[in-house]
């Protein structure tokens, strides 16, 4: 099954990658959908300027020694939603980086999760879900989506020994679309919980169908001009 699903996956990589490229246009133009004035957002924007400023206070090894956990609890989790057995997960003891192995050939989602799924504001959000409705819920999203922001800006370097493995071609055409995603469906999340992210995903497909097709609209146009 392992060697089925990465076969399948990384047959997609491509594909999904020009997706999220032409998809640009579209997940910027979705975020002005996004009600800034109510209340849920303003905890969450609350939520993550509090982790900005916290973040200024945090002791520099703990912040490091939790962004290596979070980044490999994330190729661990998509090993192991794709049916591979983990072999080991290790932390180097002087915070300079981590490993996790499985077993298997493995796919682009295991090596490149890290950069662009926040596995901690999806651990949040599931319980987030069984929680009464408190305000103060979304300002702790706002939390774990500024804590998601700086993980991944601070990963992405030329340094990195994942990005190589992907290609920096498939990076760049890939995770500036994923990311924007990321944020925008933790933003419809706050707003309209899971349903919500359903209907940010239609909005995606229909702004990218309005925006190709007034830009081929407009090439017609100039072509008979």
């Not at 997940?27 to 916290?54: E, N, Q, R, T, W």
């Not at 959000?125 to 800006?153: A, E, K, R």
């Not at 760049?172 to 899971?194: E, V, Y």
Request: a positive charge; proline letters at 4%.
């Amino acid at each position: 099954m392992a060697r089925f699903l990465d076969k399948l996956i990384n047959f997609f990589k491509w594909p999904v990658a020009i997706y999220m490229l032409i998809s640009l246009p579209a997940l910027f133009l979705s975020l002005k959908f996004f009600d800034i004035k109510s209340v849920h957002m303003i905890a969450l924007i609350c939520g993550l300027v509090f982790f900005v400023f916290s973040k200024t206070m945090m002791d520099a090894s703990v912040r490091t020694s939790m962004q290596i956990i979070a980044h490999e609890l994330t190729h661990t989790f998509f090993a192991l939603i794709t049916f591979h057995k983990i072999r080991h997960i290790r932390l180097n003891p002087d915070d300079t980086g981590g490993e996790m192995g499985f077993i298997g050939d493995g796919n682009w989602l295991i090596v490149i999760g890290p950069y662009f799924f926040p596995f901690f504001a999806l651990i949040y959000m599931i319980i987030m879900s069984f929680l009464p409705p408190q305000i103060v819920w979304h300002g702790i999203l706002g939390y774990f989506l500024g804590y998601h922001i700086d993980t991944v800006g601070s990963q992405i370097h030329d340094k990195q020994t994942d990005l190589p493995k992907v290609g920096y071609k498939f990076c760049l055409a890939f995770l500036p679309g994923a990311n924007l995603f990321t944020i925008g469906s933790i933003l419809a999340f706050n707003a309209k919980s899971w349903a919500g992210i359903g209907q940010y995903i239609k909005l995606i497909w229909h702004l990218n169908f309005d925006f190709y097709h007034q830009a081929f609209e407009l090439l017609k146009s100039m072509m008979t001009f």
